[in-house]
């Protein structure tokens, strides 16, 4: 059966000092055995909308919260794309078309902990065939020592911390069948049905 579902165990990893965290773009991710990197296939990026308008808010004590100008869902998004982008040639952030073979939906909050200044942050990666057959849902957890500045901050953050999980979804059963039979154009019907439930608009079709 091609349904291949992660358990809820978080993979726990401490970062060293924030000079040590790489940009987003320069994150690596590991080549799953027999494939090649990129894969000749097209991803669907998933942010929810909801996720996609947050701003960056840390606790100020037990019972405030501060709200900044900063696009924590934006800055998300963009440590996301740049970790998929090494796993398929193609790649599209909220957009469906061209139709995606995989569509990857992808969230994440970093907790900052004003007091010690460190980071505690949580993501997901819910991967799904283009007809909406669960790959898998991936979880992580990531810690960092104190780094400079949210806004530099962030996208280093997201990207360590969803760099084990894009990884668990390359080296799944289902996409290595996918990679063997060469990414297959996806069912238009099937696949439209599935991106129209996900509250997705599809023009031109």
């Not at 726990?12 to 940009?23: D, E, F, H, S």
């Not at 469906?96 to 010690?116: D, F, T």
């Not at 069948?177 to 023009?203: C, H, M």
Request: proline share 8%; with cysteine.
């Amino acid at each position: 059966m091609r349904h291949w579902m992660i358990g809820a165990a978080l993979a726990v990893m401490l970062a060293g000092c924030g000079a040590t965290l790489p940009k987003s773009a320069e994150v690596p991710l590991a080549t799953p055995p027999g494939l090649a990197l990129p894969l000749k296939g097209r991803a669907l990026l998933y942010v929810a909308d909801v996720d996609l308008k947050r701003k960056f808010a840390y606790d100020l004590n037990r019972i405030s919260r501060e709200e900044t100008d900063i696009p924590d869902g934006v800055l998300l998004q963009g440590a996301a794309r740049d970790l998929l982008s090494k796993g398929f040639a193609t790649v599209t952030s909220n957009e469906p078309l061209p139709l995606p073979h995989v569509v990857v939906r992808v969230g994440g909050v970093a907790a900052w902990n004003r007091v010690e200044g460190s980071y505690r942050v949580t993501c997901s990666v819910d991967a799904y065939e283009s007809d909406g057959i669960p790959i898998g849902s991936f979880l992580n957890l990531f810690k960092s020592t104190p780094l400079h500045g949210f806004e530099e901050a962030l996208p280093r953050l997201y990207a360590q911390c969803l760099r084990q999980p894009m990884e668990d979804m390359l080296r799944s059963p289902a996409i290595a069948a996918l990679a063997k039979a060469g990414f297959p154009e996806p069912n238009p019907v099937k696949t439209d049905a599935y991106l129209r439930s996900q509250g997705f608009v599809i023009r031109g079709r």
